[in-house]
């Protein structure tokens, strides 16, 4: 598709945007894959007052991440392992082009709201939370301009498991237990005895 047909297709829910103050949300798959359709696409929904949010992982080139700046109203950005080799592990890639990104998008004083999958045993081991949480104190001790990020805490869900059979891809979660919104209470609690404004789901 071409730029002004998806815009026309984003224009003709432009009153629901105005009646929920929501807006435009580019998600995937990785919508980073596609940065320079995404930077047009960016440009034409603040040229006609739409607000947009970009659904990223953060695994991009900096350079890229800088030039959609400008035209983005919210970045949803997902915040999993904070140990590199446990990232290799279990996403394939390191993190740091992720870290150094959110540091980055933070400085610029974007909105941000950080979203943490809590997979058992995996993101939620006390290692992980309590490195994730000195990372993010020292974010939010940066940022003093702007209101800080929020968080999300996303429980754990096997929705995906048809998806890694028809693909014939390894399922490294496949043992594990769907989590409750209720069962990520503590660690709500926990997070915002720090200080940090926390909500449980999307």
Do not use: W
Not at 52 to 77: E, H, R
Not at 150 to 166: D, F, G, T, V
């Amino acid at each position: 598709m071409e730029v002004d047909e998806v815009l026309r297709e984003l224009r003709m829910d432009k009153l629901f945007y105005e009646e929920s103050s929501g807006g435009v949300t580019f998600s995937g798959g990785e919508s980073l894959m596609q940065h320079e359709f995404l930077l047009e696409l960016l440009k034409a929904c603040k040229m006609n007052g739409l607000h947009s949010a970009i659904d990223t992982s953060g695994f991009a080139n900096p350079k890229i991440v800088k030039k959609l700046i400008p035209y983005t109203d919210l970045f949803l950005y997902d915040l999993k392992l904070m140990n590199e080799d446990d990232h290799i592990r279990f996403t394939g890639v390191s993190n740091k082009l992720i870290l150094e990104n959110l540091i980055y998008l933070s400085s610029e004083e974007k909105q941000l709201l950080i979203r943490i999958p809590v997979i058992p045993g995996i993101t939620d081991t006390k290692k992980n939370i309590s490195e994730m949480k000195e990372f993010l104190a020292h974010l939010k001790k940066e940022n003093k301009t702007t209101p800080a990020f929020k968080i999300s805490l996303l429980p754990y869900h096997s929705i995906a498991k048809n998806k890694y059979a028809r693909f014939h891809m390894e399922n490294k979660t496949e043992q594990l237990k769907d989590l409750t919104m209720d069962s990520l209470i503590p660690l709500k609690n926990d997070f915002e005895m720090e200080g940090f404004n926390v909500k449980i789901g999307s």
